[in-house]
């Protein structure tokens, strides 16, 4: 008795080591996929993002989502002019992007947030200033626009 307790301990350590590099690998896995691999994981396309995104975070269960550009990045998508300001922050789920910080259109002259940008089909939905929905085709953000 006294002899195979401790070799039972050593078992459940080498469980409990060997369940803990499958968890890393499998974060490590998660980690491998781009900021824009990870919008269409949640079927959003490439192009809510501008070119240059360097890292990112995600945390699964929360779906929040923070990336960082370059430096601050200007750009004109489908005749708006847009601003993209480090760190770009939101909280991401199927078909949608919310709470976004960081992402700015200018609208007759004056500079609005984008809030919340949500999938309908062929569609996008952007919320902007809380009080203006937009509607554009997704064929408009197939590719990562370039700053300026
Ligand atoms: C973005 O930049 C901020 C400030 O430099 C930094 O604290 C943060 O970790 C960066 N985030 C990512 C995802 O790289």
Known sequence: ????????DTLDLFFLCFSLGLLFSFAKGNNRL????VLQSYNLPVGLL?????GYTLDRYSG?????VTSNCNLHVAGYEIVYS???TGVI???NLGNIDGVKVKIAFIWLNILNVNRNQD???FNIGGFVDKSFPISDFYSSPNCR
Do not use: E
């Open 123 to 125: 569609q996008l939905v």
């Open 93 to 95: 789920s199927q078909n």
């Open 34 to 37: 781009s900021a824009y691999q």
């Open 1 to 8: 008795m006294a002899l195979t307790k401790p070799k039972r």
């Open 86 to 88: 480090s760190p770009i």
């Open 50 to 54: 501008p070119n240059g995104v360097f």
């Open 64 to 68: 929040r989502f923070s990336v960082n």
